[in-house]
């Protein structure tokens, strides 16, 4: 979905980088720089240790040096198969560079161009402005900054629902924009959809082909599959999350099944092993040239997929307590840009339900590191800073103390604002009798749910996701909460609108604070069905 608005889980550490309460060593001199095999194992078992996470995967690629690979600790917690380099994760949005890439390679046969009007090539794309669709272009699927909101429409495909990419595509008109076209940064995975939509009409074969037999087969990631639904091995990271109470994010570790669906696997699809991810991350280095100096793509749409092309965020730069906050990062074609220790990084994150993961290159310096995990605490990043310092050199941070401190706050703001029981429930409730919540309500882009009057309490049915069904208790006026099976979904408050004694529509917000962005209910807007 992690820093996240890289992938889709945010993890703990969203928003609180830069908190002024956080208390943490600072900078300790590295007299010798430890022998890399050290160096990782020690990195990596720190946070392992203050984490207690269950299982992680480390690549290291040096231009000119053998591929660093190690797997460690368990797959799953609770069972002793140990991660290994050919143990498969889910990459999650670390699979969009993938796409851009497939983009770059059909551009350069001629297929399609960066600037194309994008109704050129599928007439079916609509936003809801018509001057939009007209002026969308291939590069506007790639950068977000096509106005609509943070994940907008995520809870057509998170988690896992009974949408196609065909209603991904008919969705985007009913999606409404929070900013002017092109006027902004706001992550979305709905375009990178359409982006797997447009290769399929521009190639002649499925996104999963495409990436299979034009990409995976010719780097030899021998492990890797465009989607879960193809993965066939036993060799595979569970997932791991905190389930509460009070919410999600804290609480004890625990075992949880994976819940994304095959409709996004252009933007968070690929399931691969370490080995795999470093061979990804040597072509890209490579500006797309193989090992046999055959080339996936030219070093002219290298340079292209890493241009920034949106700014996402801009700074006065490294802090205390940030010592590589960036001043200036933007989002190039499937890419994060930014500056680190001042070198130009290039870099995503992943997140899935369970497990969070990283990429990252610095090509000034001729290396890259990847790291899988397989929860969804924020460890991830946190190693991968502390594997690029040791690489260039710079005098060492103590970035464990840095990801606790940001955990912590993150869970004491979650407990300060929900208890660390349940949540409190506010003053206020029902202005009607019960059976006058009932019915059907619809919202353009997601579909139906509904609400019947059963054994005394309010019950809702979300068509999409029928693992959202849930019992409504009373939580204000006219407003209800869900009480979703745990791990199953986020709980939300649903609010009626009334008037004259009667709904005339109903509308949502997530009750965690830390509730994924995924889960956007609050871009919902049902409306009563007349039957």
Excluded at 453 to 460: C, D, P, T, V
Aim: proline share 6%; net charge neutral; hydrophobic share 45%.
């Amino acid at each position: 979905m992690s820093g996240f608005v890289v992938g889709r889980r945010t993890a703990l550490a969203l928003g609180v980088g830069g908190a002024a309460s956080l208390a943490f060593p600072a900078w300790a001199q590295q007299a010798t720089p430890a022998p890399l095999d050290t160096a990782v194992d020690t990195i990596v078992a720190n946070f392992m240790r203050a984490f207690e996470t269950p299982g992680i995967a480390v690549a290291v690629v040096r231009k000119g040096q053998p591929v660093w690979l190690k797997g460690y600790g368990v797959r799953t917690m609770g069972r002793a198969a140990p991660v290994d380099v050919h143990t498969r994760f889910g990459i999650a949005s670390n699979s969009k560079a993938f796409t851009a890439a497939a983009l770059a390679m059909l551009v350069e046969e001629g297929k399609l161009g960066w600037d194309d009007r994008l109704t050129q090539h599928m007439p079916e794309f609509k936003m809801a402005d018509p001057a939009v669709t007209s002026l969308f272009n291939v590069r506007d699927l790639l950068v977000h900054r096509s106005g609509l909101p943070l994940g907008a429409g995520d809870l057509l495909y998170f988690p896992r629902s009974n949408r196609t990419v065909q209603d991904a595509v008919r969705a985007l008109q009913f999606l409404q924009p929070v900013r002017p076209f092109r006027g902004g940064y706001d992550y979305d995975n709905i375009l990178y959809i359409v982006a797997g939509a447009l290769i399929e009409a521009k190639s002649g074969m499925s996104w999963r082909d495409f990436i299979r037999t034009r990409m995976l087969e010719p780097l030899g990631m021998a492990d890797a599959v465009p989607s879960l639904e193809l993965l066939k091995t036993t060799n595979v990271a569970g997932r791991h999350a905190r389930l509460g109470p009070p919410v999600r994010g804290v609480g004890p570790m625990q075992v949880i099944e994976p819940d994304e669906s095959p409709v996004v696997d252009a933007g968070a699809g690929i399931n691969a092993s370490i080995a795999d991810v470093a061979k990804w991350l040597e072509v890209q280095l490579a500006l797309g040239a193989l090992p046999n100096c055959k080339k996936l793509w030219s070093a002219e749409s290298a340079a292209a997929m890493w241009s920034p092309q949106v700014v996402v965020a801009s700074s006065d730069g490294p802090t205390d307590l940030n010592p590589v906050r960036s001043i200036m990062q933007g989002y190039a074609l499937g890419w994060f840009v930014q500056d680190y220790r001042g070198r130009r990084l290039i870099s995503h994150s992943g997140g899935l339900s369970g497990q969070v993961t990283q990429t990252a290159l610095i090509p000034s310096a001729g290396i890259g590191v990847a790291v899988l995990s397989n929860t969804e605490d924020s460890v991830s990043g946190g190693i991968r800073n502390a594997l690029l310092d040791h690489l260039l050199g710079v005098p060492a941070y103590d970035w464990v103390a840095n990801y606790v401190a940001r955990n912590k706050l993150a869970a004491e703001s979650a407990v300060a604002a929900l208890g660390d029981g349940d949540a409190q429930r506010p003053a206020g409730g029902p202005s009607l009798p019960l059976a006058a919540y009932a019915g059907r309500y619809r919202d353009a882009w997601y579909g139906d749910i509904t609400v019947k009057e059963r054994g005394g309490a309010l019950h809702i049915d979300f068509a999409p996701h029928p693992q959202f069904a849930s019992r409504l208790d009373p939580w204000g006026t006219d407003a209800f909460r869900t009480r979703m099976t745990p791990g199953k979904g986020e709980d939300a408050v649903v609010s009626f609108a009334v008037a004259n004694g009667k709904v005339t529509g109903v509308t949502m917000k997530a009750l965690s604070p830390l509730a994924d962005f995924s889960y956007d209910y609050h871009h919902l807007a049902f409306v009563p069905v007349v039957e």
